[in-house]
């Protein structure tokens, strides 16, 4: 297989982030995830791959690191989680495509007097390759990390240590249970700890892998981040939207209770409705054209039921009756005037509704075709991917959580 060129997605995203323009409450309120994001884009410009290790107490995560070196670089004895914080060690693996690997050894999850266990979590995380190691079945707390890691795109493998503890028949079982707990649309190889087993499995996958996974993995990270910035440009700029959207509404409003002609109040509407659009183009930071704008107000009418039949079809019908009502008013002396203000009433309150929707799923289509959001680095990930189950079906799974994610709604 071809792998995914590094120095390729390196230029990619040094590329993309030079394009990114960020305020200065963005830099502030982002500090963190930019300095980390600034990290592994330096690590992939280095090639350097890492490879975490993850797993409750006592399980052998710093045996299975020291088997890797064949030296014993990482503490172990018989105390029960001897390793009290994150360690990292460089290992010598001849690979023509990376320059260094380095090996990060994690204290117990389950440990209760280990400081910042989000930030243990975040960094094996942030890893290209993390081995969840286990000493039996997995138990509901593992079977939730588990859960963490492949919701966020990782690529794991499961390693069975201590495995003298166990019968074959026991093994056999283990092994049928695990398997029954992950998802099965995913690879995720179970390794036992024998002999060179491990060793052999990773470097077998690096060989054939690593550059690809860690410029997935950097494309990844880039990803998380452009999201929060999407977000937090959503909501500084939702107060804004909304306040168009209301006035708009208004005059919308006003202009149907009180014009008794059709055609107007109807051509009057989509005027509106397309002035509306681009406005709200220009608090999203994206000058629309007048055929763009058509497109979107001809997209959100055409998918949403209740859109087209208030804008067209409702409003047709009272106007037709408000109609009526003024050509018999000489004829009833004035009485079929009656019902005529609570008509253009509840014409008006449809108007403000119908206008709402317009408003709203324009500023969620707009946003989504902002400048940025065309250089998103998702984008580029799924221009990488091909098929080849072992490597990508990860990514395709954090490709489905953050698109969900993503799906966030323009206003509450």
Aim: charged share 25%; proline share 3%; aromatic share 8%.
């Amino acid at each position: 297989m071809n792998q995914i060129n590094i120095d390729k997605g390196y230029l990619l995203l040094k590329k993309w982030w030079e394009s990114i323009e960020l305020t200065n409450y963005e830099k502030r309120n982002l500090n963190n995830e930019i300095i980390s994001f600034n990290q592994q884009l330096l690590r992939l410009k280095e090639k350097q791959l890492r490879i975490g290790i993850y797993g409750k107490a006592g399980v052998g995560k710093s045996t299975i690191l020291n088997s890797l070196l064949n030296k014993n670089e990482f503490k172990t004895d018989i105390i029960h989680g001897s390793t009290k914080k994150i360690e990292m060690k460089e290992w010598s693996l001849n690979n023509q495509n990376l320059k260094t690997i380095a090996l990060i050894d994690s204290p117990g999850f389950d440990l209760c007097n280990i400081k910042d266990p989000e930030i243990i979590f975040s960094q094996i995380n942030s890893s290209e390759l993390i081995l969840f190691t286990i000493a039996g079945d997995m138990n509901r707390n593992e079977m939730s990390q588990i859960n963490s890691f492949i919701k966020n795109g990782k690529k794991i493998i499961i390693v069975l240590n201590k495995i003298n503890n166990w019968s074959e028949h026991d093994l056999k079982n283990i092994f049928k249970n695990i398997r029954l707990k992950i998802p099965e649309n995913i690879n995720i190889p179970i390794i036992i700890n024998s002999k060179n087993n491990i060793k052999n499995h990773i470097t077998e996958l690096i060989n054939r892998y690593g550059e690809s996974l860690l410029t997935l993995n950097s494309l990844q990270l880039a990803d998380e981040l452009f999201l929060k910035i999407k977000k937090q440009r959503l909501k500084r700029r939702q107060k804004e939207a909304q306040s168009i959207i209301g006035k708009f509404a208004t005059i919308k409003a006003s202009g149907v209770a009180l014009n008794p002609l059709i055609f107007l109040d109807i051509a009057g509407g989509f005027a509106l409705d397309t002035a509306l659009v681009s406005e709200l183009s220009k608090v999203y930071g994206l000058n629309l054209q007048a055929e763009s704008v058509r497109k979107i107000i001809k997209k959100i009418t055409v998918n949403n039921i209740f859109l087209g039949a208030t804008q067209v079809g409702i409003n047709t019908s009272f106007n037709l009756l408000r109609k009526i009502f003024l050509a018999t008013a000489p004829f009833t002396h004035g009485l079929s005037l009656l019902p005529y203000g609570p008509v253009a009433i509840v014409q008006a309150a449809i108007s403000v509704r119908s206008t709402k929707i317009v408003g709203k799923l324009a500023a969620k289509e707009i946003f989504r075709k902002s400048k940025g959001c065309l250089l998103d680095p998702s984008h580029i990930i799924k221009k990488f991917i091909i098929k080849e189950p072992e490597i990508f079906d990860h990514t395709k799974i954090y490709l489905s959580y953050k698109n969900l994610e993503s799906n966030f709604a323009i206003f509450p």
